[in-house]
Each structure stands twice: as structure tokens, then as C-alpha cells.
């Protein structure tokens, strides 16, 4: 399989980080989250977003949207539930990070320590907003279970705490969530666990 | 069972249409999408984002984000391929719906039809330039097949429908776009089909 990959990306870390686990092995092609310029030239057929990650399997056909590739890779393995409703709740807190704390964390991020740009005072007070109340749903779930959904580290585990992990690059402070800080710890104690930087 | 509800969201739209294809009765709570100061009393412990649609089952559980709550209905019906890999790209459409559609075209039909606001023109831009790449890519895709997956209607058409249909009313101009408007009519003619002001 390829991978098309940013080793900066909390998106592509997510299905770095399963496919470590599950001991799936690919290869990497890192593709400029700055210069964007080529990416039709990269990515037009396999990805209608253009965005990374973008994973081609071994037969040609390709997948996108890094949520949808873990669901993809996790489906029959110990990283999705086998309860049709645990499996709704998993696909709610995949569609929470991407519609509620991603456009705001991971953007942040990116804006401060990716890209480095500099952005208005306006811009960065709204997504911190965003990226607050996120992090205050989050802290809320994990007061009332070890983990997002069921007794069990999942996908929906890695698929948040792929940016939540790294909020403090964007200014962020966990400090007084002791809940989350606790699950993270949990999530980085998995087996075959790997950091972003890998 | 509850849906909490709003009558002009697209979201909320999307379960509603799947609910009447499926024959399956409920009960709608109407929630306002301007003043939402009632959002904690009315939806805390049921959705972590306090948004609408949320879903309350008949056992008490709830279920929250539009197109989770759409594979929760779909799972095991005509509205979701059996096919693994096909179910991997629905999941793949519902989240390009929910990263790089409904932030652009439902936000500013929200803006200009529903609460009537007056953005800057710069924000204004940036959402219709989003909009537009994002309707770029489904007609591009539309081209090829006469469906979003496979060559069947699925719960990836009713969430890109849900907003599609209504761009007009943000400012977006599908007459350009044959191929996405073919497709609006052949959604349209599904059977048990009802409009969003049903």
C-alpha cells in the first residue's frame, strides 16, 4: 500500500498510528502541506479533496478522509466494536472530530507551528473558542469512562487523540483537564503505540 | 423515538428524508438554530456538540451527528452497500460532506437565508470559494457515475443532497454543473422521497 503522508499531519498520523498496530506495513510518500501547488498533479482520481492522507491498496483503488481509512482498516479488529450501537458512537466521535475540533485545533496548529503565519488576533480568539469547547466536551466524556466508546481503546480514541495530543502547539492548555490527561496517558500505553514524529 | 430538530438545517433534513424511505415513525422537537442559550438544558448528556439533529431512541440512548445517525438507520438496508469497500467510501463522501461541504455552502445559507446576517464581504469569499471547489469535485465525480458509490442511491447521496440542493439559496450557481443536477432529479425521484419543508 501507499500512503500518501505529511509527517507533520494529526490526520495522517491517525492512520499511521493504526496500521502500526495492527502490524500493516506500507510505504510513505510525504506530499508539501505548504506549497499545495501540486496536488491535482498527485492526488486528482484518488482523493476528491486533494488532501492528505490519501491511501492507495495494493489492487489501485484508493481511499480518503482519514476517519474513513481507519474505519477501514479497523472493521473485524479489536480497534472497532462489534455492537452496531458502540459502532455508531465510534462514527459519532469521528464526525465530532472532524466537524467540532479539528477545523479549530488542528487549523490553529497549523496557522502557529506549521506554517508559521500570523494570523489576526480575531482569527486565533475564534478558533481557540472552538478548539475550547471541544476540549471542554472531551474532558466532560472522559470524567464518565476511560474511554470515548465502551470499555476499550478504539478508533475513535486515536482519531481524537491524534490533535488533542499536540493542543499545546497551538496554545492549548490541558492542565486543568485531568481526564483527558489521564486518557492520553492511556492511549500512549497501547501496545505497538507510535508517536507523531515517527 | 425524539429527534431533536431543526425545520430549515440541512442536517437534520438528511435524517428525516432517510427516516421516511425507511418507513419509520418518530417524534420531532423543534430547536432554534439562532437564539441558542437553551442548547445546554435541552441537549447536555445527549450530544456532546449540542447541536441538532440529535436522536433519542426509545431505550433512552441518544446518537448525535447527522451522518452517524444516517449509518446507524442504514446498516443492514438498501441504503448502505454490503460491500466493504464500498461502505469504506461512503464513509469517505460523508466525511469530505462534513469537512469540506457543509462548512462552506450550509454556513453561508445559514448566514444570508436563515439568520439573516450581513458577513464581510472576505467572508463571504472564503465560503464561496470553498463552496465552489467543493461543488467542483462532486460534479467531477458525478461525471463518472450516476451515484455517489457504486450504482445505487445511498446515505452518501442523501448527505451530499441535503445541502446541495439548497446551494442556491447561499449564492451557488449549479446551472454550470449538468452532471450534479442530473443527479439532484434522480434523488429526487427515489421512492418515499420528501422535501426539506416537509
Redesign the interface.
Given at each position: 500500500m501507499l500512503l500518501y503522508d505529511s509527517a507533520v499531519s494529526g490526520n495522517c498520523y491517525k492512520v499511521r498510528l493504526l496500521l502500526a498496530q495492527l502490524s500493516l506495513s506500507y510505504e510513505r510518500r510525504e506530499v508539501d502541506v505548504i506549497d499545495r501547488s501540486n496536488r491535482a498533479e498527485l492526488l486528482a482520481g484518488l482523493n476528491?479533496?486533494l488532501r492528505v492522507p490519501t491511501l492507495v491498496l495494493d489492487d489501485g483503488?484508493s481511499?480518503?478522509?482519514?476517519?474513513?481509512?481507519l474505519?477501514?482498516f479497523a472493521?473485524g479488529t479489536l480497534y472497532l466494536p462489534r455492537d452496531?450501537?458502540e459502532q455508531?458512537?465510534v462514527?459519532?466521535w469521528?464526525?465530532?472530530e472532524?466537524?467540532?475540533h479539528?477545523?479549530y485545533i488542528a487549523v490553529l496548529r497549523f496557522w502557529l507551528a506549521v506554517a508559521k503565519l500570523t494570523p489576526s488576533g480575531e482569527e486565533v480568539e475564534a478558533k481557540h473558542k472552538g478548539g475550547e469547547a471541544a476540549l471542554d466536551?472531551?474532558e466532560?466524556?472522559l470524567e464518565l469512562r476511560p474511554y470515548l466508546v465502551g470499555d476499550a481503546y478504539t478508533i475513535a480514541d486515536i482519531a481524537l487523540y491524534a490533535y488533542t495530543h499536540v493542543a499545546g502547539e497551538a496554545g492549548f492548555d490541558l492542565s486543568a483537564r485531568p481526564a483527558t490527561r489521564a486518557w492520553l496517558e492511556r492511549v500512549k500505553s497501547q501496545p505497538r503505540h507510535v508517536p507523531i514524529t515517527d
Open positions: 476528491p479533496a483503488r481511499l480518503a478522509e482519514s476517519n474513513a481509512i474505519w477501514h472493521r452496531p450501537f455508531t458512537k462514527l459519532q469521528l464526525f465530532f472532524q466537524y467540532s479539528e477545523p466536551a472531551l466532560r466524556e
